[in-house]
């Protein structure tokens, strides 16, 4: 009588394991496709003639925790971690974009992008800001949203006390700094703001009021000035 119950038990639960992990692996398929249609679109969209091909790895690790092979592989590696935050195609396309810039100036210069390579990691903080703009870029060429980068960054990187001796810059300072890069060369977007009811878009302005200032200061006296955003 226990062999028999045993037996049924086997029955129904390696037909279910099987079924649980073949369902995971056609989520994942499917997830990894999205990635890899939205990253090439952008590639092909910016002419980018470099090899840079996209991975989905589901772990929850953080990123930071891993190691980042975009410089060394030209390979954009999109974690479980960040891709819980990404609520449409156009944060996607952020995500993506900024990694692609990183890969794409690793190919410049000599010694096969050695040196480029060695320039980005020496001054983070300077190229994380240049990224960011080319993301922009790369997103408005792709026929993405940009301001969908600023939802992204808002809801996935916290705020430190300061950035003095950290290798990035404050997130408040980022998002200014593509809000005004946005503004000045693709109003168009902040005009007609398909997220300006975005809840976190709309916690970026309630917490970025002070950077909109200056910035609408600087717009006023009609510097070009670099503004010292906090």
Do not use: W
């Amino acid at each position: 009588m226990l062999k028999k119950i045993l037996l049924l038990c086997l029955a129904v639960f390696v037909p279910l394991s099987a079924f649980g992990i073949e369902e995971d692996i056609v989520k994942e398929n499917l997830i990894q496709k999205r990635i890899d249609d939205v990253g090439t679109k952008i590639l092909n969209s910016n002419k980018i003639d470099e090899r840079i091909v996209f991975v989905y790895d589901k772990t929850e690790q953080k990123e930071k925790l891993n190691i980042d092979k975009t410089l060394v592989t030209r390979q954009v590696v999109l974690y479980g971690y960040n891709y819980k935050f990404i609520e449409d195609n156009n944060e996607l396309a952020a995500f993506l974009s900024r990694k692609i810039a990183e890969a794409h100036r690793s190919y410049a210069g000599v010694f096969n992008g050695r040196l480029s390579s060695l320039k980005i990691k020496a001054a983070p903080k300077k190229f994380q800001l240049v990224f960011d703009k080319v993301a922009v870029d790369y997103m408005v060429h792709a026929g993405y949203n940009p301001v969908a980068l600023i939802t992204l960054i808002n809801k996935t990187y916290p705020q430190k006390r300061n950035d003095t001796f950290s290798a990035s810059n404050l997130a408040s300072k980022r998002l200014a700094v593509i809000y005004e890069y946005i503004y000045t060369k693709y109003p168009y977007f902040l005009v007609h703001n398909e997220y300006i009811n975005n809840i976190h878009y709309q916690n970026f302005l309630l917490t970025s009021a002070e950077n909109r200032k200056k910035l609408e200061e600087k717009v006023k006296l009609r510097s070009r000035g670099e503004l010292d955003y906090e």
